[in-house]
């Protein structure tokens, strides 16, 4: 599917191979125009602060700083950016943490390419 | 040197986790896998630190395995070893890629193996602690490929025991048309069995 999509994405994950399960998923479904990647959450950040992205996928579980931290330091940086949280482990004290940090919504691996779309959508959309 | 788990705990241990398994780490598995999975636990033992001998098979000690290492800390202490023979660490490899991997695993392909450790292992903590209410953290996978002793004698050491025994539980999961085999090996405490099996 071609993309008339003008949205920039901030793919932050410690495991190559989720980067690029995502971007196929973000790219086939025409959500995005312009990727951009991390590998931990320091990187998260500063990618973050560079790029300035319209929507971020930030793992939870990374190196050096993890994904809620990340989430954190963006959030004061600038109070509304989407971040999406992406994790493997959906225990309710994780993703609460995430939520009331400002995480706009999350998604659970493995990953239901449709419902990691609909999220995105969701998500780009909001104010 | 004293066996502190009763052989009924780790009957009730072996079964607990069996259930967890079936809800969670098999329909992950089978999420990624595309395909049905099956399943064998093998069995559930304590086991002397100087015979780790009881949990490494003939099989295992001669083949070069491809693992996974990942640590659970938080209301429960568990070490989790997924590992498999190094050529079909490339087939399973080459299926989440969608392309076949001629030479060593590299890159991407070992990401890929260490993502799969990092779901399963997921899974299983979800179960608990959808369960039992347990807040568990795992860690970062650490990914490499040695001969199974040198893996094991790794992670026992990295285990942090304070004991002179672990309690080990050995499972099997298989996709049931790529025919690949994927090894578990979950390490506790033997003064966590308790927690387990409330």
Not at chain 1, 15 to 26: N, P
Not at chain 1, 35 to 64: H, L
Not at chain 2, 177 to 187: A, Q, T, V
């Amino acid at each position: 599917m071609s993309t008339t999509s003008t949205v920039k994405v901030l793919i932050v994950d410690d495991a190559s191979f989720m980067r690029v399960v995502l971007k196929d998923i973000l790219v086939s479904h025409g959500l995005v125009s312009q990727i951009y990647e991390a590998g931990d959450g320091i990187a998260a950040v500063e990618a973050y602060k560079q790029f300035k992205p319209d929507i971020v996928t930030m793992d939870v579980n990374m190196p050096k700083a993890d994904g809620i931290q990340a989430l954190k330091a963006i959030m004061q940086f600038n109070p509304r950016a989407k971040i999406i949280m992406v994790t493997s482990v959906e225990q309710k004290h994780i993703v609460q943490d995430a939520i009331k940090s400002g995480a706009r919504d999350y998604v659970i691996k493995p990953f239901d390419r449709s419902n990691v779309a609909m999220v995105m959508s969701k998500v780009i959309r909001s104010k | 040197m004293e066996i502190l788990s009763t052989s009924n705990d780790l009957q009730k241990l072996n079964s607990v986790l069996d259930s967890f398994i079936v809800q969670k780490t098999i329909p992950s598995l089978r999420s990624i896998l595309e395909e049905p999975i099956t399943h064998h636990l093998r069995n559930t033992q304590e086991i002397p630190l100087i015979n780790l001998d009881l949990i490494i098979s003939n099989l295992e000690e001669m083949n070069i395995m491809s693992a996974v290492y990942i640590k659970c800390v938080g209301d429960i202490h568990m070490g989790v070893l997924l590992y498999l023979p190094e050529e079909e660490s490339k087939t399973l490899a080459a299926k989440l890629l969608g392309k076949p991997i001629s030479s060593e695993l590299a890159g991407i392909a070992t990401s890929s193996i260490s993502e799969i450790g990092n779901i399963l292992t997921a899974s299983l903590i979800n179960a608990i602690s959808i369960d039992m209410g347990y807040k568990i953290c795992s860690s970062v996978p650490g990914y490499a490929v040695e001969f199974f002793r040198t893996l094991l004698e790794a992670v026992v050491s990295d285990f942090g025991n304070e004991f002179d025994t672990l309690v080990v539980s050995n499972v099997e999961l298989h996709g049931v048309n790529s025919g690949i085999g994927i090894h578990i090996l979950l390490i506790q405490d033997p003064s966590e069995v308790k927690k387990l099996v409330i």
